[in-house]
């Protein structure tokens, strides 16, 4: 009896070391994501998401790793699509927790595939920093799932910014009043277009045209059409990206040139500048960053090294920033448990020094610095209004297509 | 109930109550792979309930399952979850008869088109809704688990099999044995052809507007393009012709393989999942004709057994 009990305390002991040994011995960070690699999102995801990720993760271990308490831990990427696909997001998510047991993961990409997946994140206590999220419903979000973060900003107050750039330019004396405004038909489009409208028409404007049209609409031609018939001063679409690139290239075969000339998610992709080069001097568009920032810069340098390819002005650097955040909070926690990690991203207090600019997050996990507006002068598209951001550039009349 | 039909039950039983235990056994990753083998298995299995007898190709899962999901979207503040599929269900059959008083007429590849079409079709009248009345994304923010999703998945599965075995013992399922071996002959028979295809068609837009109800608070965000994604369909499809349509237990003999290869493949080749689909959907043309179905019943009647 005795000697059982001395073995199996024996063989307790022995097991408590090696699970000690085991933690010692753990030198790296696993580190999954799953965002889209095919599906109708492939696209944005290839230009905005992985390349930032992929970055983040090789310049962190060429800097040695990160340092977690007194251990100097190296990071380990585990990639996966989720198909665009909300079901293959939780999957992927799921799989990741409990099948290759990562540490931490990346959230998704887009507002739809990132709230598809806040339960599972929510449930296995991972911590989900997003960068690809623009919502309204922080507060909701945050209650339900107090793991989850926004760095991106919020849908209200971008249509906001673009209404209030309008009501300034024309105190300015740089434009009428007649605005043409339409919208991709979807939830999207449909919300900013009405946060829009009514700030315009309760500040004066004359709303001169106003349509929407189908997601996936190939022909945009006629949309402008009626905005050139109508005689608008100022032109503002809520598009995503296929029609950003097909009412730009109408405008330019109409050769509708009005004062303003705005088009939401993709007029900051490299993509678009690529497209129409020169002739997109002036342009405005959804996001923007602090183009002559240092750490931007120097971001979007090692972006080209590495991806081939310039980064987008807009999420592309607040995707990279939460991977900066996950690593800050890890190394202020100075360990890799999940639990210590988000408590020291719920603790208010807590600053992170990003290539945004520093970042800290409010009582809804919410980061309230943040770019909405953008426009495209001498090559580079610049942050013409923030919210709480240094660096915004004044806003240019739109001089026609070059 | 001879005692043969008895031992079936009890199998059934036995194998509900197995697959509804799988929370308090399983892991959570397999409890999230059997959410999906769950949803995969209810819509299939109800497809070939309507298919199966009648070979009419249906691809309108998507446009009854999205409808669901709205219904839920709508409806979750102000009713009580538990009637949130009732009334789903309810809206997909009437939807259903009235797609099937215009299409069922038509023969064969007519419903194909119109099927596949529909999902679009009420996504773009969805949309033009939201758009006429200013309506914002949706948000669907409960505190329903996946475990209790799950359990309704199980519970509407026990359903569609005793719904399914109680049509292929009634009238009804013996009228759409006949019309789907030759229409002219069922007609001359004196069946009420339309009648009974439209009866039937009912019962799968209703299941997939339920099954779609009951996976809207795991979606969380409901928008028409994700909410009536036509990859649904296919895969209803293929996982249900891959199992065979010949038996009540033949759709499930097609999913699990076919949701666990699915899993396997975006695991190792992550950009090859439609390969997958394109691959099934030729080995069940060329190879499998009958399904694991077909397959099983060949190999029986070969090596002994009854025929």
């Known amino acids: 009896m005795i000697r059982r009990t001395i073995m199996t305390g024996a063989a307790a002991a022995a097991l408590f070391a090696g699970s000690l040994g085991a933690a010692g011995a753990q030198d790296t960070i696993l580190l999954g994501a799953a965002a889209p690699q095919t599906g109708p999102l492939a696209g944005g995801a290839t230009v905005t998401h992985w390349p930032a990720v992929r970055l983040w993760v090789q310049q962190t271990n060429e800097d040695g790793g990160l340092q977690v308490g007194d251990q100097q831990m190296t990071i380990e990427l585990v990639e996966y699509d989720d198909q665009t696909n909300p079901q293959q997001a939780i999957q992927a998510a799921q799989r990741m927790a409990t099948q290759d047991e990562v540490d931490f993961m990346v959230a998704p990409y887009s507002t739809g595939l990132n709230l598809a997946a806040a339960p599972i994140f929510a449930q296995l206590g991972y911590p989900m920093i997003t960068g690809t999220a623009v919502t309204d419903q922080q507060p909701a979000l945050a209650a339900q799932f107090p793991n989850m973060f926004f760095v991106l900003g919020r849908t209200s107050v971008m249509a ?137 810069q120097e971001f979007a340098q090692a972006h080209m090294e590495m991806a081939g390819q310039a980064p987008d002005y807009w999420a592309s650097a607040a995707t990279y920033a939460a991977l900066e955040i996950l690593g800050q909070a890890i190394e202020g926690a100075g360990t890799t448990d999940r639990a210590a990690v988000l408590e020291y991203l719920q603790d208010q207090s807590h600053e992170y020094a990003t290539i945004l600019g520093p970042v800290n997050f409010n009582e809804n996990n919410d980061n309230e610095r943040y770019w909405t507006v953008g426009q495209w002068q001498d090559g580079v598209f610049r942050g013409v209004a923030s919210q709480g951001r240094d660096g915004v550039t004044e806003v240019e009349t739109f001089d026609g297509w070059n | 109930m001879t005692t043969r039909e008895i031992r079936n039950f009890i199998i059934a039983a036995a194998l509900l109550a197995l697959c509804a235990l799988l929370p308090v056994y399983g892991s959570p990753y397999w409890l999230t792979m059997g ?150 002959v069922a007609k001359h028979l004196g069946i009420d052809t339309a009648l009974a295809k439209v009866a039937l068609f009912m019962v799968p837009g209703a299941v997939a507007a339920a099954v779609g109800a009951m996976l809207a608070p795991r979606y969380i965000y409901i928008e028409p393009a994700t909410a009536f994604a036509p990859l649904l369909s296919f895969q209803v499809v293929i996982m249900a012709l891959l199992g065979g349509t010949g038996r009540l237990w033949g759709p499930i003999a097609g999913v699990i393989p076919f949701t666990l290869l699915w899993e396997v493949i975006t695991r190792q080749a992550p950009n090859q999942t439609l390969l997958l689909l394109g691959i099934a959907f030729l080995l069940i043309v060329y190879v499998l004709p009958g399904g694991f179905v077909g397959l099983w019943d060949r190999l029986r009647r070969r090596y002994g057994g009854q025929p």
């Open chain 1, 160 to 296: 906001e910014d673009t209404a209030q750039l309008l009501v300034d330019m024309r105190e300015r004396g740089d434009l009428g009043d007649r605005v043409a405004l339409v919208n991709v038909a979807d939830a999207f489009g449909i919300e900013m277009a009405g946060i829009s409208k009514a700030i315009l028409e309760e500040n004066g404007f004359e709303i001169v045209y106003e349509t929407s049209y189908p997601l996936g609409t190939q022909d945009l031609a006629p949309v402008i059409d009626g905005a050139r018939a109508a005689e608008a001063d100022a032109f503002i679409a809520w598009s995503y990206p296929g029609d950003t690139f097909a009412l730009t290239d109408q405008a330019i075969v109409q050769n509708f040139a009005p004062q303003v000339f705005f088009t939401a998610v993709a007029t900051a992709f490299p993509a678009y500048q690529e497209r129409f080069g020169d002739q997109i001097e002036g342009v405005l568009g959804m996001g923007g960053v602090n183009a002559d920032d240092p750490a931007f």
């Open chain 2, 35 to 184: 959410t999906t083998m769950a949803m995969f298995a209810v819509l299939a299995t109800s497809w070939a309930l309507f298919s199966g007898p009648t070979h009419y190709i249906s691809l309108a899962t998507a446009a009854f399952f999205g409808v669901g999901t709205f219904v839920t979207g709508l409806g979750f503040q102000s009713l009580p979850f538990w009637a949130l599929p009732l009334i789903a269900a309810g809206i997909g059959a009437v939807l259903a008869a009235l797609v099937g008083l215009v299409t069922l007429r038509l023969s064969g590849v007519y419903f194909v088109i119109f099927t596949l079409g529909l999902a679009e079709m009420v996504r773009q009248v969805v949309t033009w809704v939201q758009n006429q009345t200013g309506h914002r994304g949706m948000y669907v923010l409960t505190s329903i688990t996946e475990r209790e999703i799950y359990w309704m998945l199980v519970g509407l599965g026990a359903l569609v099999y005793l719904l399914g075995w109680l049509i292929g013992r009634s009238r009804l399922g013996f009228a759409l044995r006949i019309i789907g071996n030759d229409e002219t």
